[in-house]
């Protein structure tokens, strides 16, 4: 059984920093494509960015509005995903959900780890 | 970037009607790599249509998707109760990778 299992979330004060984890099982994690997308309270899903595989050289990408700020990185050793996240603002507060992409035929989500930005 | 615009923002229908609803993108999505999605109140997002037209695993034939370049639709044909929800539309094609505001699919 696919399972994802976000962590790292909390509350953090505009311009601080916060790392996210994404903790992968039930399937080879190397193979995979990996996204973060977020979802602000009572509002729509945003891509954040992704990382492709090791067969694409872990190419990772960034939706416009966190580019420069947010980095995404993966241990395929660990099967495990992280979102490095810096120079938060208060539009960044959203549940953020780590996805795992298979071959753009299905997906899986994780339940979400809810980052709030702050003061 | 790729804007995707749904419409309606909200659709009121009952059970047993039929849903369209529509995805525009600001430029033609490459290999008609669009997705829709359903989210239902405290759930997480369910794939339900990928590459425009495929249904993804599970999903039952009362759905369908269509179009292709800019323009997508999202069929419902007959609705039932379990349906609504809000529904997003997703490209893939080109990066940066975009969802669409979503539509609000509601019991009137």
């Known amino acids: 059984e696919v399972q994802l299992v976000e962590s790292g979330g909390g509350l953090v004060q505009p311009g601080g920093s916060l790392r996210l984890s994404c903790a992968a099982s039930g399937f080879t994690f190397s193979d995979h494509y990996m996204e973060w997308v977020r979802q602000a309270p009572g509002k729509g899903l945003e891509w954040v960015g992704r990382?492709?595989?090791?067969?694409?050289?872990?190419?990772?990408e960034y939706a416009a509005s966190v580019r420069g700020r947010f980095s995404i990185s993966r241990d395929d050793s660990k099967s495990s995903l992280y979102l490095e996240m810096n120079s938060l603002k208060t539009e960044d507060t959203a549940l953020y959900y780590c996805v795992a992409k298979f071959y753009g035929t299905s997906d899986y989500w994780g339940q979400g780890t809810l980052v709030t930005v702050s003061s | 970037e790729i804007v995707l615009t749904q419409s309606p923002g909200t659709l009121s229908l009952s059970p047993g009607e039929r849903a369209t609803l529509s995805c525009r993108a600001s430029q033609s999505v490459w290999s008609n790599y669009l997705a829709w999605y359903q989210q239902k109140p405290g759930q997480t997002p369910r794939l339900l249509i990928y590459g425009a037209a495929s249904r993804a695993t599970g999903i039952p034939d009362r759905f369908s998707g269509s179009g292709s370049g800019t323009d997508f639709t999202l069929t419902i044909s007959r609705l039932e109760p379990e349906d609504f929800a809000v529904f997003y539309c997703y490209q893939y094609g080109s990066s940066p990778l975009t969802f669409g505001q979503g539509t609000r699919l509601e019991i009137k």
């Open positions: 990382t492709k595989n090791k067969a694409n050289r872990f190419t990772t």
